[in-house]
């Protein structure tokens, strides 16, 4: 059978489905390098496109059970989704075919972890309520960028967002008190900027960081307050693995996360 042309294939165990590919192989060893290949692909230890274990796993992964109308239309799909990249997340295909999503799909969606992911078809009639019942994320579309849109949105909401740290203030440690079980307390002098109560710390010692520290309490004049500015003293109570010495400088700064996207 030359390429292109039509052909019917006898002695197959497992039904192949549509757009699956068929490789003529010289003997049995090289079956057994393809099973191997397989096993590895299923558990996104290799590319589908590559015989090379990937040297760096993305931290998170979005599995999709991937289905469409027409093999046209799901290997231009998958040319598209290939080229949504990120250094921390990936899409990764567990299955892929075409036609309606059967009881069979939704379970091993289930297995995997997976959502359903359609292009102009949807679960056969009755399997609803299987999907719902059992929690299963599931989208049918019919515009190729919205499903793309779809799957970016979805990705993105697993891209760790950016911490970011702003220096709020400075003080220098004027005697420390003690240390109880869960907190300590120092008392100090605010040189620059301001001490809020929800802001945290680092204990800087000749210039070298020796650790970082949470406030639970701030005071000036001994009434709890939120906030304390040049030239005010104050007492805090924090928590921390260090005690902290007098002349020691404590940098204090607040901490924002920011949505990252995957431009």
């Not at 609803?128 to 849109?149: C, K, V």
Request: charged letters at 30%; proline letters at 4%; aromatic letters at 6%.
């Amino acid at each position: 059978a030359a390429p292109s042309m039509p052909a019917r294939i006898l002695g197959l165990k497992p039904v192949p489905q549509v757009g699956e590919l068929i490789k003529q192989v010289e003997n049995y060893k090289e079956i057994k390098k393809l099973q191997k290949r397989s096993a590895l692909q299923a558990k996104g230890l290799v590319d589908e496109d590559s015989a090379h274990a990937r040297k760096k796993t993305p931290v998170h992964i979005l599995k999709i059970f991937l289905k469409t109308d027409v093999l046209g239309t799901l290997e231009a799909l998958l040319d598209e989704i290939d080229k949504i990249r990120h250094s921390e997340v990936e899409i990764q295909i567990i299955r892929k075919g075409i036609g309606a999503f059967n009881e069979s799909d939704i379970l091993e969606a289930e297995a995997h972890g997976a959502m359903l992911i359609g292009f102009k078809v949807k679960a056969v009639s009755g399997s609803e309520h299987l999907i719902s019942g059992r929690g299963i994320p599931y989208q049918s579309f019919s515009i190729i960028y919205e499903l793309l849109d779809y799957l970016k949105a979805e990705l993105e909401k697993l891209i760790p967002p950016e911490i970011i740290e702003e220096a709020i203030g400075e003080a220098r440690v004027l005697a420390f008190f003690g240390k109880s079980q869960k907190h300590m307390i120092l008392g100090g002098v605010v040189t620059d900027g301001v001490i809020t109560r929800d802001a945290r710390f680092h204990i800087f010692r000749n210039g070298e960081v020796l650790g970082e520290g949470k406030i639970f309490d701030l005071q000036v004049n001994k009434e709890s307050v939120k906030e304390a500015r040049p030239p005010h003293e104050f007492g805090l109570k924090f928590s921390g693995d260090l005690i902290a010495k007098e002349g020691d400088i404590l940098k204090f700064f607040t901490v924002r996360k920011e949505k990252r996207t995957l431009l």
